[in-house]
């Protein structure tokens, strides 16, 4: 979801640097901006004894916890920043103002925010399987058709290993050891480290 950066500027937005690693919000914190990255990467994590399980990753242009401006929860997770960060923020009033004054964001938005859910829920649906491969397969599929790739070999994943493994909630060796036999047996190409699904 990509908002004109003029348009929030109008609407009140300031703009925020982080460093890597920094927290943009941490769990249990209260929603209380709107928040599109302009250039960087974060990720949406939750941190239990040491192991980290990440929900979901976002690139320029995308927005960071927007669902939750919705709700009377707190944040369920923290926004950390994965390289340098520029992220326009806009208080959570000014965003409502903004979506009321313009029919087609809205319609936008709430089309961004079903996305969202339904990559959650994809997610999910690759956990269920005890099986490695069936697990990796079922989260290429969804990227697959996200990305809408229909050839054999056309999908060029995303994401590092460590990545695939914190999304899908598989340890990273069984992450590398699953890919090098789904690479044996022609299900992927795997060309200078890049995955080709």
């Known amino acids: 979801m990509v908002i004109e950066e003029n348009l ?7 703009i925020i640097n982080l460093e890597k690693n920094d927290l943009l919000f941490k769990k249990n914190d209260i929603p209380l901006n709107y928040y599109q990255i302009k250039r960087g990467r974060t990720k949406h994590v939750n941190v239990y004894a040491d192991t ?7 690139t320029a242009g995308e927005c960071v916890g927007d669902i939750f401006l919705f709700s009377s929860f707190t944040y369920p997770m923290d926004a950390i920043a994965t390289e340098k ?5 806009l208080e959570q009033s000014k965003f409502f103002k903004l979506l009321k004054a313009n029919f087609e964001i809205q319609v936008q938005f709430f089309q961004h ?11 999910l649906d690759s956990i269920k399987f005890n099986n490695a ?3 990796l397969k079922n ?10 790739c229909f050839e054999k070999y056309s999908c060029k994943i995303p994401y590092t290993r460590k990545e695939i493994s914190g ?19 022609s299900i992927i190409k795997i060309v200078h480290g890049t995955i080709l699904y």
């Open 8 to 14: 929030l500027i109008k609407f009140g937005a300031d």
């Open 52 to 58: 980290e399980f990440v929900q979901s990753y976002q």
């Open 85 to 89: 960060c520029t992220i326009l923020r």
């Open 113 to 123: 925010i079903a996305g969202q859910v339904h990559f959650v829920y994809n997610i």
């Open 133 to 135: 491969i069936c697990c």
């Open 139 to 148: 989260f290429f599929d969804y990227l697959k058709r996200e990305y809408r």
């Open 167 to 185: 999304l899908t909630g598989l340890r990273i060796e069984t992450v590398i050891r699953t890919l090098k036999k789904m690479e044996r047996e």
